[in-house]
Structures are given as C-alpha cells and as structure tokens.
C-alpha cells in the first residue's frame, strides 16, 4: 500500500502510450503521424485514458526509430510540425487529459548540431559534450577500443573517429551517442532545448529513457566476460546507476521539473533491489515520479544475450508481481503497473495464450489483473483490443527494429548461418522482439487495417490477423469484447481506486504453476480477491479468507449471472479465467 503521502494526480491516472510511427496515418505516406494521433483523441477519452504518452516525434534520422534525436525543438517532418503538437497538447487539455513526451537524453542522434560540432576538433567548446575517448593498444600494436563493452544494439559501444583520432561512447547504435553529462555546460543545454522548450508549450511531464545510464562514472573499465565468443561483452554494472545519478536527477528537479509541477516516469532497467528503485522514487527526494521496474517485461530473455530465450514458469511472473507490488508498503515511493511498450513482445502472447480459442479471454485475463494491481496504470497502443505478436511465419526481412535486425546478422555471422542457431533466434524474436510493437494499429478491417489509406501502403507489415482483431469490429461487438472490457475495467479501477489503485497486495499460493491468487486491502476496510487461471486447462482454486467477498468481474461473458452477488468460496476457474471479488466496498 503506497504510504499516507498526498495524493498527486498521477497516481490514479491510466496512461496510453502512443508510437507515432504505427498509431494513424493522416496524409497518406504510410507513416503515422500528429494529426493522426489528434483524430483518435476522443477514441482515447472514450477509453478512460487521463495521460496520453507520446514517442519520440521529435526530428530525426529515424536510425532508431526516433529515439535518436537530431533537434529536440522540432518534429520530424513526416510527423508534422510544432504547431501540430500545440493542438494535440491543448486537446488533451481541452477533454481535461494530459500529455507526456519522451526524454531521450542519454544521447543525441550523430546528426544533432551539438555532436556535429563536438566531432569537428578536438579543442571544440563542445568536444566534452560527448565521451571522447583515446585508443587503447594491444601488445600486436592493433588498435583497440577504449572498453570491451557490447552495445545493446550488437557490437562495440565505441566507434573510432579518423578525423581526431579518438572513439566516441554510444552504448546503443553509432548514430547515438552519449551525451556527457559530467558537463554542466551540457546539462543546462538539454534542461532548456529538450525540456523547457516542450514544458513551455504545455507538456505535462516526460516518461525518461534509460533514467539510470547518465552517470558513466569516470573509470571506464572492461567488463566481466559472459560470452567468450566476443569481444564485446554487456557492461550496464558499469554504466547503469552510476555514482553522480541521484545528483542529476536531483539537479533536474530543482532547475526544471519542480517549476512545472511536471510528472516524470523513468525508464529504469538493470536494476531488480528494491532499495536501489526507491532511491529513485521517494516523494521526499524529488527525483522522479515513478518508474518503470523492468522484470515483468524481462522474463524469458536469455542471461548471455536478450533474445536468446528461456522458458519460465508462473511463479516467476508472480513472484516478480508481487515484488514490485510490495515494495513501496510503509514507504513515500509509488509503483506502475504495466506489461507492454514499444520495446516489448505482446503481452497475451508472452504471458497468456494468443490462440484463435483464447486470445480474448487471455487479453481479457491480463487486463482483470493489470487493472487490480497497485500502481499508475500504463497501456501500451492495440493492448486494449488484444494485439498479439507477429506470426512466426514472417521472415527475418520483415523486422525493421535496428535491435532485432543486428543481433540476426551478429549470429548469423557467429554462426556461419548455423541453421539451429538461427531458428532460436528468430524463435527469440518472434517471441520477445521489439518489431511485435511496432506493426501498424489495428483500426478497421479494411486493406492496411484502416491504418493508412494512401497508394504507399504502411512503413510495416500490418498483422494478417487484423480482420480478426480491430477497433472497429470490437466497438461493434460491443461490451463483450477486448475493448469493450478495458472500458469497464478502467472505469471499474477508478470506482473502487481505494483497493484497487493504493491497496496493499498480498499473494496466496505462490508457487502454483497454473493460477495466480491474490488480495488487496484498502483504507476503511475495502478488500479485492483475484483468481486467474494461467492455463489452458479447468484448475481448483481456494479464495483468500476474506470474509464476505462479492463476485464483481469477470472475463468470461456468462460469468456474471453464474455468480453475481453469492458469496465467494473456493471455486473452479476455466481455461484463462479471471475473477474479481470486492468485499466492504
Ligand atoms: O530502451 C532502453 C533499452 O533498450 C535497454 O535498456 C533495454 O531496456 C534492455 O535491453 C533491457 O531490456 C530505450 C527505449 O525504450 C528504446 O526504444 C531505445 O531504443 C533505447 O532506449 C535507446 O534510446
């Protein structure tokens, strides 16, 4: 149960991320875009979303799909313009909802003005707003890389610059790299350019890429070696959480954020002590708002290399729930609930069962129990009508991601096209890769699923499921679809936020391999049992001894006549059943 701190708006809040690239195409080009995002705005209020999250759209040479930023006061041009995200922002305000950008300031595209004037001498004022490095040397005379570190995008983090003679650090591809923010010179440049610029003009807060990487510390050692078959090797304890982090988010809060009154959600990997997450999260310390705890959206990525993948059991997925659940009890710190980003596979796929028979119910599931879990409320674009991942009939070259498509030719090269490794690589993929996020949102089931309309077709492959799964076909379909239960459960959550939001969660049977049983206990006596099924098959489940529970809501249609009002014993669950008893409410 969060502690007995106010109560910011945030906390109740039920958040929406946007990917512009794949949300809706106004113009054409097959890209979506702003005024896209705009003509959907009611469809969002229409869903319960307080908070629109939008990414990156800023101008960019899109190595990254925008996440590498070459000028943070513009919007990349096939996205719209400024003005266009004027009237996005005061629309949100107008239907009383708020807006948050993405803070990507670890690094800059190559292209930003800054770097272009840091690479250009060496005795350039802005040379140490980037990580210049020399060459270090082996005993052949060959030349090597300052660290061994391996970028998350395959390779080195370092990339040699003939024209000065030094590398530069870009811990994900060469066109991004790392800002210095050992320079304060560079601090204040990203406050003004990145943040005041957007804050000025109405944003409500920032969701902060890789929050924990700024502070590299100042020793660059090489790294552990965990795969002898490369040079490079992962080194994110040398770089995640370093030694001035806390100070420089401090700094941020006091010369920016606090005079916005701004909310921040920081993206926080590599970093699964709870202690080390609350340094970041305490009210008292104005640092940030929340954050993302990466665990959930973790499991099943391989320990040597992400998309090596592993299988996993339930009681993983619930022991890590229920960490990030408990771990802000008796504190000032606040949790999100999540399970899907742009960087992530599907969650019915990954958690649940994508099959024609259950895929529903399993995304009718996840949403019972996301919106019962304690925490701001983040959804990802097309969770809301059950996107599943991509078909694993699809072919290396219909990926697009950068991270996806590098670690392929890494192994592939490693390999020598050894034809196991490469199936458990795209395995890997079709399971955990960032692309599963990026197809176009599925809106009608016309050609392109109404994405886009022009003659260029969309920049992505739209899922050949989109018939099947869209917005169009599930308000039709009315209360009992996908979309049809998000509405309710959002509308359920805010109803009984008491329990539901702020409750403090207590699991029961933890180590069951097919049901997931948990409580919540809220202010004046308010209590939640939720019963899951995480099987394909009918499981017996015993509820909490909460005496006087009423079943509430249910993820399959018939359930609520079955039960409705009769006190809750324990009970028999069918395959991907979900349950929701309130009691004292
Ligand atoms: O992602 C950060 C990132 O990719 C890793 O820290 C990841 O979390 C790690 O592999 C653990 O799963 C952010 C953005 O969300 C992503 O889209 C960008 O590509 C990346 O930063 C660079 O800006």
């Not at 959930?296 to 993983?316: A, C, M, N, S, T």
Request: net charge negative; aromatic share 12%.
């Amino acid at each position: 149960m969060s502690g007995a701190t106010a109560r910011p708006w945030w906390k109740d809040a039920v958040c929406y991320q946007i990917y512009p690239a794949s949300f809706k195409d106004s113009n054409g080009d097959g890209l979506g875009d702003v005024p896209g995002i705009l003509s959907k705005i009611d469809y969002l209020r229409d869903l319960g979303i307080d908070v629109v999250w939008v990414s990156p759209m800023f101008d960019s040479p899109q190595v990254d799909m925008g996440y590498d930023i070459s000028d943070y006061e513009k919007v990349y041009p096939p996205y719209g313009s400024v003005k266009d995200m004027e009237d996005l922002i005061e629309a949100c305000h107008q239907r009383g909802m708020k807006l948050i950008l993405d803070l990507v300031v670890n690094h800059t595209s190559d292209q930003h003005a800054w770097f272009r004037e840091s690479r250009s001498s060496k005795d350039n004022p802005k040379r140490d707003w980037y990580i210049w490095k020399p060459p270090r040397y082996a005993e052949d005379g060959n030349r090597l890389p300052p660290t061994n570190w391996r970028s998350y995008f395959s390779g080195q983090t370092w990339e040699y610059d003939e024209h000065t003679g030094e590398y530069y650090l870009h811990l994900f591809a060469k066109e991004q790299p790392d800002l210095n923010w050992e320079n304060e010179a560079t601090r204040k440049a990203i406050y003004d350019s990145a943040m005041r610029f957007w804050l000025d003009r109405g944003v409500d807060g920032f969701r902060v890429d890789v929050v924990n990487m700024y502070s590299k510390g100042v020793e660059f050692k090489d790294a552990p070696i965990v795969d002898p078959r490369f040079y490079e090797q992962p080194a994110w304890c040398y770089y995640a959480n370093g030694p001035r982090m806390h100070e420089f988010l401090r700094e941020m809060n006091a010369e920016v954020l606090k005079h916005y009154d701004a909310v921040t959600v920081g993206e926080l990997p590599h970093t699964p002590d709870p202690s080390k997450v609350l340094d970041y999260v305490g009210a008292s310390d104005k640092q940030l708002s929340m954050v993302f705890q990466f665990d959930i959206v973790d499991i099943g990525q391989g320990r040597e290399h992400k998309y090596h993948f592993e299988e996993w059991k339930l009681p993983l997925l619930k022991g890590i729930v229920a960490k990030w659940q408990q771990f802000i009890d008796g504190t000032d710190g606040w949790t999100t609930v999540f399970c899907e980003n742009h960087d992530q596979g599907r969650s019915v796929s990954r958690f649940a069962s994508d099959s024609p028979a259950y895929r529903a119910t399993s995304a009718k599931l996840l949403s019972l129990m996301l919106g019962s879990l304690t925490g701001t409320l983040f959804l990802y674009q097309g969770q809301e009508i059950g996107m599943i991942n991509l078909p694993p009939s699809w072919p290396i070259d219909a990926y697009r991601d950068i991270e996806s498509v590098n670690f392929y030719k890494t192994m592939a090269a490693q390999s020598q096209d050894d034809p196991a490794e490469l199936d458990y690589v795209m395995r890997s993929l079709q399971i955990l890769g960032r692309d599963n996020a990026r197809l176009p949102m599925q809106w009608t089931g016309e050609r392109h699923a109404g994405f886009t309309h022009g003659k260029a077709g969309p920049w992505m492959r739209v899922h050949d499921l989109y018939g099947e799964i869209n917005v169009e076909r599930q308000v039709r379909e009315g209360e009992g679809s996908v979309l049809g239960f998000w509405r309710r459960m959002i509308a359920f959550r805010k109803e009984h936020a008491e329990v539901l939001v702020h409750g403090a969660f207590e699991g029961f049977g933890m180590g069951d391999e097919k049901t997931f049983v948990f409580g919540k206990k809220g202010a004046g006596g308010q209590r939640a049992a939720v019963v899951l099924n995480f099987s394909g098959e009918e499981q017996e489940v015993e509820l909490p001894g909460y005496e006087g529970l009423v079943f509430r809501v249910g993820n399959y249609d018939d359930a609520a006549e079955e039960e409705k009002g009769v006190e809750a014993k324990s009970r028999k669950l069918r395959p991907w059943e979900g349950r929701l008893y309130l009691a004292g409410c």
